[in-house]
């Protein structure tokens, strides 16, 4: 199972940057995708998810500012990141899983990853 993120890099605050993460063509059995983002010094969180019906959610700092998405045909996952902020800034990795979680967004040592793209906002 690989998962290859790609699109990180150093933005200043209020841009934009677009992730992707590319998946080997496992990703018709994985329920749920996701991003998660490890910000420096602190714990990993809870970015976005994607469910295989295209339910999402969101973490509360994100809502009406990051999107996620995902192209099946491509077997991609993406995250476009609007108004960023210094507090977005951190190690970003997209996680699939083959099981059902209510609280996948909570759960970030769940499922597969990839090994993740710096993202720095300043």
């Known amino acids: 199972v690989q998962l290859v993120e790609s699109g990180g890099g150093s933005v200043q605050a209020g841009g934009s940057l677009t992730l992707s993460c590319k998946a080997a063509d496992f990703t018709y059995t994985m329920h749920c995708m996701a991003w998660f983002r490890q910000p420096p010094g602190k714990e990993r969180e809870g970015v976005a998810t994607?469910?295989?019906?295209?339910?999402?959610t969101y973490a509360d700092s994100v809502k009406g500012r990051f999107t996620i998405s995902k192209d099946k045909a491509n077997n991609t996952l993406y995250l476009q990141m609007n108004s960023l902020k210094p507090e977005d800034t951190g190690l970003y990795y997209c996680?699939?899983?083959?099981?059902?979680?209510?609280?996948?967004?909570?759960?970030?040592?769940?499922?597969?990853r990839g090994q993740g793209t710096q993202d720095t906002v300043s």
């Open positions: 996680s699939a899983t083959s099981l059902y979680y209510s609280d996948y967004l909570s759960r970030p040592d769940v499922g597969y």
């Open positions: 994607i469910d295989m019906d295209g339910t999402v």
